[in-house]
């Protein structure tokens, strides 16, 4: 089936500093989406992608589609503590009996002060 | 502040014990979807629901699972019996008609013991 590698695994960074995390995979999606999920919570959506080569931002967040289809990446500049937990990247191909995400392994953020 | 309410928040059970896991979606969603959170596989779909009907249970074991949704206000996952290896956290999820954004619940953080 389809599969989401998502790297890195885990990220140990100082407060200020810019982070960035991708998500590939071996078959194309048609929209890519970008979580957050916290300790004890759901992931809940912070960037949604439809476009081969959208670029989107939100707030310090910014995420970009890739151009073939089968990538993207999500940056946060000027990380803060808040920021931690881990994030998501998912691919959605919509239409038909589809239209689940498939989900990356996560990417967990911590944030020094 | 529309939202996807999960019940129970946390379920401790014996093994052997039928344990029933409730989604009450966003009003006006019609797709619902049940994943299954582990650290080992990550967010795994069990089965999902448009507009009431089961399109994909594929994820499910259907032994000793099962998802209903008796009506468009209520999804239901059930597992009878329970063993220790089906303890995770699982969301529900539900989504509009374009399929993309989903809201995630809260989770149910089921042990088996």
């Known amino acids: 089936g389809q599969q989401l590698n998502q790297s890195p695994q885990s990220m140990f960074i100082q407060e200020g500093e810019d982070v960035s995390m991708n998500c590939t995979s071996s078959s194309i999606f048609n929209t890519w989406l970008w979580y957050k999920q916290d300790p004890g919570e759901g992931p809940v959506l912070l960037i949604a992608?439809?476009?081969?080569?959208e670029l989107t931002s939100n707030g310090r967040l910014t995420a970009q589609f890739g151009i073939t289809r089968k990538d993207s990446f999500l940056n946060i500049s000027a990380s803060i503590p808040s920021d931690v937990g881990i994030y998501f990247c998912a691919g959605l191909n919509y239409g038909g009996s589809q239209g689940n995400l498939i989900f990356g392994k996560g990417t967990k953020l911590s944030v020094k002060p | 502040d529309a939202r996807v309410t999960q019940t129970p928040r946390d379920k401790v059970t014996e093994m052997g014990q039928e344990v029933t896991m409730r989604c009450q979606p966003i009003?006006?969603?019609?797709?619902v979807f049940w994943y299954r959170q582990t650290m080992m596989q990550g967010l795994e779909l069990l089965a999902y629901f448009r507009n009431r009907a089961p399109l994909d249970d594929s994820g499910m074991p259907k032994d000793r699972f099962s998802a209903e949704m008796p009506d468009a206000t209520l999804a239901t996952l059930k597992i009878q019996p329970s063993e220790p290896r089906d303890s995770a956290v699982y969301f529900c999820?539900?989504?509009?008609?374009?399929?993309?954004?989903?809201?995630f619940g809260s989770g149910t953080r089921l042990t088996v013991v």
């Open positions: 009003l006006g969603h019609n797709t």
């Open positions: 999820a539900s989504s509009g008609d374009r399929g993309f954004g989903y809201t």
């Open positions: 992608l439809y476009k081969a080569g």
